[in-house]
């Protein structure tokens, strides 16, 4: 099947994350990458729902060179499209639709990539992954790559979110806390007999803000960021709230990990206050000196616009799925659509970048079959 169609068939099948639903994309791929030779795993998460992984040359002795992806997408949106979001319609070299960059087209670019390498006759072990769940925090990934046996013993991977075709080295960590801070409620007039959480909420803002985290920014990643973004108490005016709580979204860097942040957050806040993590997803980076990226850049040069250079991802990705798993695979992030189309109305890819997509995966392939003593 040719790339552009593969990318075009996935667009008309609506995964739009909530609900999901990805089996309807799944059911298309399966078959496709089993016909090909792979081993197809399905891993089920909820109902409708789930992420798939296929490996071909399974149990090879050398460590597989992985390929990654989500097939969920986000909503429309409330804006009108001029193209239909599930059309895939093609207009002047771009094909447009939900999901057109971020990212059916990674995907139909990495499992074509991976099928015409074993036709071309690819012996070392290849693992395409295929996750539900991205868009509402890694879901999927975390999911299957939890499980041993779907893990599998990845070398290397790329994950084919959208970069414009520039290879990328990873991004910072995402830390969501839920913050709650109780009290005792009392009639708006007699304040004196209650105690106010939402006072008690303002002061913990307050500490956790004025923390140390002492952390130098990242050379490339920048600084660690926090920002608290919501805040809700109280029923009405005329009483004293005994119930605040407030949002806090941390970006975190390597090294840094989330129980430690919520154990120093606690110490700060005034007694009482409680963090819940509503989400925790480390940090990636690889080093440029890493001989596979050093190999993978050399690869590449040649058949990209500009020579690579030492970048970063604005977003988080399903890499951190990997990281969590294997703290020192290396990782790229590699794929085509423009990053700024990302979750916008009339969202598209160029084609000339989903045909690019290929031949860079297939050039990753084949400096990955011939290094004799992978990784
Ligand atoms: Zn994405």
């Known amino acids: 099947m040719d790339v552009i169609d593969l990318a075009r068939r996935l667009i008309r099948i609506d995964t739009t994350n909530p609900p999901g639903r990805e089996r309807d994309a799944l059911d298309l791929l399966a078959p496709l990458l089993s016909s090909g030779g792979a081993r197809v795993t399905l891993d089920r998460f909820d109902e409708g729902r789930g992420s798939l992984v296929a490996r071909f040359n399974a149990g090879h002795r050398a460590p597989a060179l992985c390929f990654a992806g989500h097939i969920d997408t986000v909503p429309f949106g409330g804006q009108t499209w001029s193209h239909p979001p ?10 447009y639709g939900r999901g057109a960059s971020d990212m059916k087209s990674g995907i139909a670019a990495m499992c074509i990539a991976a099928l015409e390498m074993i036709a071309e006759g690819m012996d070392r072990e290849l693992a395409l992954y295929v996750f539900g769940g991205e868009e509402t925090g890694c879901t999927g ?21 959208p970069t414009s075709c520039r290879p990328l080295l990873g991004h910072k960590g995402a830390l969501w806390l839920r913050c709650t801070a109780t009290g005792t409620t009392a009639h708006g007039a007699m304040p004196e007999l209650g105690d106010n959480a939402l006072y008690k909420a303002v002061d913990a803002i307050r500490a956790i803000r004025d923390i140390d985290w002492a952390v130098p920014d990242h050379a490339h990643l920048g600084p660690m960021t926090l920002s608290v973004n919501t805040l809700h108490s109280g029923m009405n005016t005329n009483s004293v709230p005994d119930r605040a709580t407030f949002d806090i979204d941390m970006r975190t860097l390597p090294g840094q990990h989330g129980p430690d942040i919520v154990d120093r957050i606690i110490r700060a806040a005034p007694p009482g206050t409680i963090a819940a993590q509503l989400l925790d997803i480390p940090a990636v980076w690889t080093e440029p000196s890493e001989p596979w990226i050093e190999s993978a850049f050399q690869v590449l040069t040649p058949l990209l616009d500009a020579p690579p250079a030492i970048e970063t991802v604005q977003f988080f990705t399903d890499a951190a799925a990997f990281r969590r798993a294997l703290p020192d695979v290396p990782i790229l992030v590699l794929g085509p659509g423009d990053p700024a189309m990302a979750h916008q109305t ?30």
């Open 86 to 95: 599930l059309g895939a319609e093609e207009a002047a070299g771009k094909i």
């Open 141 to 161: 990934s975390f999911h299957a790559l939890a499980d041993p046996a779907l893990l599998g013993e990845p070398g290397a991977v790329v994950v084919a979110e």
């Open 346 to 375: 009339d969202e598209y890819c160029a084609i000339r970048e989903i045909r690019q997509a290929v031949r860079l995966y297939k050039a990753i392939g084949a400096a990955w079959a011939a290094a004799p003593d992978n990784p």
